[in-house]
């Protein structure tokens, strides 16, 4: 006899064998066993969690003659009929590759007539969501006014993308992702009917890498058996999903924990070496700290689901703190994102690797969650004090006239005490201005309120103060409202590393960063615009940086002030 695969063989052929969709199943039951089976049905969830399977369980039910309880016989001729696919009344339909509007007008011009067969026709549409708009207007008529004969079941794994008009003439099932438990307990149950020898931690660990999904799990296992020679084991198990050990893991952790991050390199470069991919080498580890954190709040809970601890397990445990835990977690949960989208993800493991090994602050997560509360609070007195210093520099500029004119010597001191320690990089600016593009700046401009979503608190509160005035290919000039934000924006290095990977993400542009203040923006703009008509070059500019003291010190005192470079 031909092999059959696992999920074939155990594929569910009543209501009562399919897993973790109790809610769906008591339901259709309900509308058979009370005569109230509606015309179309939408069927939600992600895959392998039965959608397909109670599609042909239902078609059965509804045709069966001998049905009990809503449950199909599975042993009259229109149950094995169905089963076997022999049935021309029962019609599974293949969205993916008849999403044309042709393929949806045939079935409508079918369905007028009556089944040969069976009680019901009944139309399996796997994958809905593929079918063109064209399609899905000529499938609409036919679900608002079907012939009482005909039964449409909807299945999908993305129901967003199913117009509104179809949802509302559909009753609408969402299957969720099958618990670890329920898994667990199928697999075991199929393993012990095929009299077949296997270790329960290594059940679990493929029910753990199906992810909610039963024919994922039933895949797994099958090539687990036959990798294994007579006993599935937790070795095998781990090799089949490409899972981590614990030991391994241990090691790892440990490492990072005692602040060594050439022997966790070592251990991450050999699980690379072993083939390991990326993205697995952290979901083990995400999950696994997930599984301390656990353990430490509630232990017996962790048991149940994971079955043996180790001793590594539980001494790393003890060693760990709760607030570094969540900082491994947010370090590895950050990871995973960022390899998701990068063509290197070996440069983002050795990264992680090096900044959790490198860590010499064992509450940092306590420290860093008020650091961020009170870092707002911060930004907002600041932003208090520099309002209230514009007050005063108005009042300034209107009554300081007189006390200048009174003392002159005494007034040039007084001001240039105020005067700032910024300098503009001039020239930088007008280079930038030379090679200027406006398309580059205004491809800038739409990115810039989504480039917030990859800084912190602080420094969103910074780049909110600011905007993009000039673009070039690698340069971006930013105009500060405040010019103490802006000194504080030239020297901070995170928050330009922050933003060029930000746009790099973006755009696939990364630009070198030069901050200035914006009320100093339009006359540099002038001047360089000034010396452009006149015939200057850029690269003779003057490097210099206009000072608004130096120049409010020239409009009060004319040509009696003069100017000393100190």
């Known amino acids: 006899m031909v092999y059959q695969a696992l999920y074939r063989e155990w594929r569910s052929q009543t209501f009562d064998e399919m897993v973790g969709q109790q809610m769906i199943t008591q339901t259709l039951k309900n509308a058979i066993i009370q005569d109230k089976v ?40 229109d149950c094995i009929g169905i089963t076997e696919g022999r049935v021309n009344d029962v019609i599974e339909i293949d969205a993916a590759s008849n999403n044309g509007v042709e393929e949806i007008r045939d079935i409508r011009d079918k369905v007028k007539y009556a089944p040969t067969q069976v009680t019901y026709k009944v139309y399996i549409i796997d994958e809905v969501h593929m079918l063109s708009t064209g399609a899905f207007n000529a499938l609409l008529k036919t679900l608002e006014e079907p012939p009482k004969h005909v039964v449409f079941i909807l299945a999908t794994t993305e129901p967003h993308k199913i117009p509104a008009t179809i ?64 006993e599935l084991t937790v070795n095998d198990a781990l090799e089949v999903t490409g899972s981590l050990t614990n030991d391994i893991m241990d090691r790892y952790l440990g490492h990072c924990l005692h602040n060594e991050p050439e022997e966790a390199l ?52 003890s060693e760990l703190s709760v607030e570094r835990l969540y900082e491994l977690i947010n370090q590895f949960n950050d990871t995973q994102k960022e390899i998701r989208f990068s063509h290197q993800p070996t440069v983002f493991l050795e990264v992680m690797t ?27 007195l600041l932003m208090d004090k520099i309002n209230q210093l514009e007050k005063e520099v108005s009042y300034l500029k209107e009554h300081g006239v007189t006390t200048a004119q009174e003392g002159q010597k005494q007034a040039a001191p007084s001001k240039k005490a105020k005067a700032s320690t910024y300098r503009i990089p001039t020239e930088q600016v007008y280079q930038v201005l030379e090679k200027a593009k406006k398309d580059q700046l205004l491809a800038v401009k739409g990115a810039w309120e989504e480039l917030l979503q990859f800084l912190t608190v602080t420094q969103r509160a910074m780049i909110k103060a600011s905007e993009p005035v000039a673009a070039s290919d690698d340069n971006l000039i930013i105009a500060f409202e405040y010019e103490i934000l802006c000194q504080k924006a030239s020297q901070d290095e995170e928050l330009t590393l922050a933003i060029k990977h930000g746009f790099e993400r973006l755009l696939r542009y990364s630009p070198n960063l030069i901050s200035v203040p914006k009320e100093q923006w339009s006359e540099l703009r002038q001047s360089f ?18 000072d608004p003291v130096v120049d409010e010190a020239k409009e009060l005192f004319g040509s009696f002030a003069t100017i000393i470079e100190d």
């Open 38 to 77: 509606s015309h179309a049905y939408l069927f939600t969830g992600p895959r392998g969690t039965g959608k397909t399977s109670a599609a042909k369980v239902f078609a059965k039910a509804i045709n069966c003659q001998h049905s009990v309880d809503g449950e199909p016989c599975n042993e009259c001729p």
């Open 167 to 230: 949802i509302s003439r559909t009753q609408r099932f969402d299957f969720k992702r099958i618990g670890l438990e329920d898994i667990v307990d199928h697999l075991q149950r199929i393993l012990d009917k095929k009299e077949i020898a296997y270790d329960a931690a290594a059940v679990k660990i493929i029910a753990r890498s199906a992810e909610g999904g039963m024919r994922d799990a039933l895949s797994i296992l099958d090539q687990a058996l036959s990798f294994s020679e007579d």
């Open 266 to 317: 070592e251990v991450l470069n050999q699980l690379l070496k072993e083939g390991k991919e990326s993205n697995r080498i952290v979901e083990n580890l995400l999950l696994y700290c997930r599984d301390l954190l656990v353990y430490k709040q509630a232990p017996a809970v962790l048991e149940k689901q994971v079955g043996l601890l180790t001793d590594g397990f539980k001494q790393l445990s």
């Open 354 to 380: 090096v900044k959790q090994a490198t860590l010499h602050r064992p509450q940092v997560s306590t420290e860093v969650l008020s650091s961020n509360a009170e870092s707002h609070a911060d930004v907002e």
């Open 529 to 546: 615009i000034a010396q452009m008509n006149s015939g200057e070059s850029g690269q003779d500019a003057p490097v210099a940086a206009s």
